[in-house]
């Protein structure tokens, strides 16, 4: 009995390497920046050929809701002074599973703290997730190392600039794109707390942002910030297959009491650089969400912004002869 349990033993500590060693991670350097990634993009699944995920219909069905909500789990990241903007491994597991099959390559070119990449091991998808900070690196490196789900995908993390990805990987590979970006500079100013009911806590007077990187989006206006983002995604559409997804979560926010429109301006910037806006999903937070305050009572109206965000679904249109409609636009009527 005693030499079956320490058999168990042994047999779990290897299994734990093994998958340390599948989830790499991988440090920048002069050689790495000229050679492409040795990771898989080919579909592992028996799904037909037209079908763009391995959902079935009563599962598809449920997704065509416009409006999404989630619940965190023991395995995500919510302090934020690990990361100041996460998400669930459950939203980034819904987006995965709704746009790719097993096997497929997804990508996320701001990871942060990993939580794309942990979805990408549950759902049996490998996965390249970049990112400036080396810090967010090393977290997404400790939490790969803690899944132990194994199968034959591999994820990813990469200490470098969103910029460089096309470096890595090859033309028409990526299925997915899915990110939660910096947000301009929403989270590069000293927080008040004006819309929580407990104002005077650890995050009133902080500083949120992502890092002070001169390359770091977050410390960005939106005019500027939207112009990055447009040059960053028109570098990443070749490495997208034909129709493939690209789903981006973002907020709005507010600015000296005026909205400010993230979503509307990336909307219209990726438009000009060749995605095609597919559909608009409304992340509802409210069950999520705690303390809030009255804000702007009694003259005031505004919605709050941390019970909402965006998840904007573009893709990879198919070249078109002139006059000629996608087979896509005709199932529409």
Known sequence: MMSEEIIK?????????????????????????????????QKTCKCPKNH???LSAKEWLKSQLGVWQFT???????????????????LARKVIELF???????LDPFVGSGTTLIAANDCDRNAVGFDLNDKYISICNERLAQ????????????????????????????????????YANLLNRIRKNKSRRFRNNEQLGQIEQYSQDPRDLGILNIEQYTKEMGDIFEELLPLLKTKAHCVINVPDMWWENKRVTIHVSLIEELRKRGYELRNIIIWDRTNIVNQIGIFGWPS??????????????????????????????????
């Open 52 to 54: 763009i995920n391995c």
């Open 100 to 106: 790719s099959h097993k096997g497929e390559l997804i």
């Open 147 to 182: 899944s132990y789900l194994f199968n034959n995908s591999k994820q990813l993390a990469v200490n470098d600039d969103a910029r460089n990805i096309s470096n890595y990987l090859y033309k028409d590979t990526v299925t997915l794109i899915f990110t939660s970006p910096p």
């Open 9 to 41: 033993k042994n047999t779990n500590n290897e299994e734990k390497r093994q998958l340390s060693e599948k989830n790499t991670l991988v440090e920048t350097n002069d050689e790495l920046k000229n050679s492409k990634l040795d990771i898989s993009y």
């Open 72 to 90: 965190y789990e023991k395995r995500d990241v919510r302090d934020k002074k690990i990361h100041p903007a996460t998400f669930p491994i459950s």
């Open 300 to 333: 005031n109206y505004i919605t709050m912004g941390v019970t909402f965000e965006y998840l904007l679904d573009f893709w990879k249109p198919p070249k078109k002869k002139e006059g000629e409609k996608h087979k896509c636009d005709e199932n529409l009527y």
